[in-house]
């Protein structure tokens, strides 16, 4: 995750220790929100993406898990699911992501929750907004979610709709952002960049600012599941996204609305943004390349700081990797499995500069990008060291210094 608010709008959040290895003094979130200041990036446990069920009450064009609105077998039951959670808070994970499918039609989602905050670990729920009724948003907050993630891909209900595989989705998702807002619920909007999505950006940060949303996440695509027959962005189109979502959080920012704007899966954009820093004169440019430089981009999240759990308890390297299993929690603990590194890939992503390729290889910024999304590059090149098709930078902006010089 690229903080936009943090780097570029110098707003302190909860997330600030965890994510740059930085004291928070402007503020004093609750308990429950709260991260611990990490020693290094590479020592951080992994927050855990934890799909509760495959079964989902809509049809998203881009759904990575190809969910559907029916049950499916050999999912974790209660039981297996609390032993999952012990050996997580014994592992000392920072935080837990309840996804899906939607995983607000698994029933024993709040038994979960409390378990996990009786053992200290953070709650956060990735959800469509249909089901969050006032009583849920009521729960929800009494049950201290951290943050809950509503999807939506439009500020328009029929583009919406469209997305979602149902008519009537948009309006329901808006009283889910409603309801949690009306209840003190942190809530957030989950939004995936797409050529279609792009050309909305503005209306969406109307909305935000309308609707009182305190926090977005705008996600690169990763061609998974569904997902994998949608068009990504243009070079072009990434550019001028990102810039949009710059200017639009600064503008906020600057007139005293306290927002959280992350964009997501691209590590790219931190090497974008601290360039515009520099173009802009920005006196804290070089601030923010120290704590892109500590973060470590991508080098530090799938297979490092960010792991999943399927619907089955399959482990994997993120939510987007269901492609290759290391391993299934009903049969040994995922704290083991995360260690062990007898698999090539997961010792490689765990020591992954040395064996990128291509462009990736040489970038100047591998040190605050990472070598991008490594699914996005397996997906669509079969090779899991490829360089990311998603890095929208020119071969001059991540030339080294003494290549520049070369070529001028």
């Not at 050309?199 to 109307?206: S, V």
């Not at 959280?260 to 931190?270: G, Q, R, S, Y």
């Not at 390349?289 to 960010?306: I, T």
């Not at 490594?374 to 360089?387: C, F, K, L, Q």
């Amino acid at each position: 995750m690229i903080d936009i608010s943090a780097l570029y709008g110098g707003l302190e959040t909860a997330s600030t220790p965890h994510r740059y290895g930085r004291k928070i003094t402007q503020i004093d979130p609750p308990k429950h929100q709260r991260h611990a200041l990490a020693a290094t990036a590479a020592e951080r446990r992994p927050i855990v993406v934890w799909n509760l069920t495959r079964t989902c009450n809509l049809k998203c064009v881009h759904c990575y898990s190809d969910s559907e609105a029916r049950r499916y077998p050999n999912e974790l039951t209660t039981e297996q699911a609390m032993a999952v959670m012990n050996d997580l808070a014994d592992f000392k994970v920072p935080g837990v992501l309840f996804s899906g499918g939607e995983p607000l039609v698994r029933q024993d989602i709040y038994e979960l929750a409390a378990h996990a905050r009786t053992r200290g670990v953070h709650v956060v729920l990735s959800t469509n907004g249909t089901l969050i009724t006032a009583e849920v948003a009521k729960r929800l907050h009494e049950l201290e979610f951290a943050y809950v993630g509503i999807s939506l891909d439009s500020a328009d209900p029929s583009t919406h709709d469209k997305f979602r595989g149902v008519k009537g989705a948009f309006e329901r998702s808006m009283r889910g952002f409603r309801n949690c807002v009306a209840a003190g619920q942190k809530v957030g909007l989950r939004l995936t960049l797409t050529p279609h999505t792009v050309e909305n950006l503005d209306t969406i940060f109307d909305l935000i600012d309308r609707e009182g949303i305190n926090r977005a996440c705008f996600y690169h695509l990763c061609p998974a599941g569904r997902g994998r027959g949608l068009s990504t962005l243009t070079a072009e189109q990434s550019r001028h996204a990102v810039d949009t979502i710059l200017d639009r959080t600064k503008e906020m920012l600057d007139r005293g609305r306290r927002v959280e704007i992350l964009t997501v899966d691209n590590h790219c954009d931190a090497a974008y943004l601290y360039m515009r820093m520099q173009r802009e004169g920005n006196p804290r440019a070089q601030q923010v390349m120290e704590m892109l430089q500590w973060n470590g981009g991508a080098r530090y999240s799938s297979g490092v700081g960010v792991a999943d759990i399927d619907f089955n308890g399959n482990v994997h390297a993120d939510q987007f990797s269901m492609f290759r299993s290391f391993g299934n929690v009903k049969l040994r603990k995922f704290s083991e499995i995360w260690q062990d590194l007898s698999h090539p890939i997961m010792a490689g992503l765990k020591d992954r500069l040395p064996l990128l390729k291509g462009r990736c290889s040489t970038c100047r910024f591998r040190d605050i990008c990472g070598g991008g999304l490594r699914a996005r590059a397996e997906a669509m090149t079969g090779d899991p060291w490829a360089s990311d098709p998603g890095c929208y930078l020119s071969d001059e902006e991540i030339a080294q210094p003494e290549e520049a010089m070369l070529g001028a």
